[in-house]
Each structure stands twice: as C-alpha cells, then as structure tokens.
C-alpha cells in the first residue's frame, strides 16, 4: 500500500505498470489532480475506486485523464469489468488524441504550404497553382518533403524582412 503521491510517484517510476487502481475512500479534488499526473493518465490506464458519489469529483477525475471512477469501493467481482472498461477507454482517448494530433499537425503544415505558396505569387507573380506546382518541383528536386522546402521558404522571407 502507497500513503502518498510522492511514493507513488516513486514506485511507479520504478516498476513501470501497464495499469493503475486507485482505492481511496473518500478523494479530494486537488488528491485528483495529483494522482493523476503521479499515475501518468495520460500515459497508462488508470481505474479509481472510491466510497461515496460526488459529481463534481466525478466530473475532476473525467478532466484528470482517469479512465474509470468507480463509486461503490472495490469489491473482487467488480475489478475485472472496470479494468476491461479502463483500458477499452484508455485506449479510445489515445486513438482521439493520435487522430486530433495529427489534424493539427497537418493543418499547421497546410498552412505554411500556403504562406510559402502566398510569397511565391508576391515575389514572382505566380497564381497560386503555379506556386503549388513549383514548391513540389522543388522539393523533388531536392528530395525533400514539399513541408520542408515550404518551411524553408518561410523562414528565409522572415529573415529577410
């Protein structure tokens, strides 16, 4: 049994688990906050039992990465459906997260492909599929990906300003 967040911190990083239970009889708002980056939530799944129903702690563990709050304690026939349920969500909110990561990713690289492709019409006159096109014929030419060459583009113009 682990009394506090540092330990827990501590042992966690020690012996790196695929899964956390949490048995605590009655959490604070701010003890959430706290297990959940000691536990690494983000990280792994983790399941907290706990006593007592408090929406607003139900609502602060959902917002700490927990994957289960389990009001009703920790009882054996519970433990194997609430993990199932943990690492099935745990798993979900990771595909969510992959999935909005990359559309950020791929909206930010569209955007400076069209500030790059922006310059190019500035400097030269070009409409903008005639910008498109030379971007991509500079970086094959290059063997570099179009992004690289279109970053380049822009950071040259902002050293040049």
């Given at each position: ?44 799944p983790v399941a907290m039992f706990v006593d007592e129903s408090d929406p607003e702690l139900s609502t602060a563990a959902v917002q700490a990465g927990l994957s289960a709050y389990v ?91």
């Amino acid at each position: 049994m682990i009394e506090d967040e540092v330990s827990l911190t501590q042992t966690l990083a020690k012996i790196k688990p695929d899964l956390v239970l949490i048995d605590l009889a009655n959490p604070r708002r701010d003890s959430l906050e706290a297990l959940s980056e000691a536990t690494g939530a983000r990280q792994r799944p983790v399941a907290m039992f706990v006593d007592e129903s408090d929406p607003e702690l139900s609502t602060a563990a959902v917002q700490a990465g927990l994957s289960a709050y389990v009001v009703g304690g920790l009882s054996g026939e519970r433990i194997r459906p609430v993990l199932e349920t943990a690492i099935a969500r745990f798993r979900m909110m990771a595909q969510l997260q992959s999935e909005l990561d990359a559309a950020k990713k791929a909206l930010a690289e569209r955007k400076t492909i069209d500030r790059a492709k922006g310059l190019l019409i500035q400097a030269k006159g070009l409409s903008e599929d005639e910008a498109y096109r030379l971007l991509r014929k500079s970086a094959m030419d290059q063997g570099k990906r179009l992004i690289d060459v279109a970053q380049a583009l822009v950071t040259a113009s902002e050293l040049l300003r």
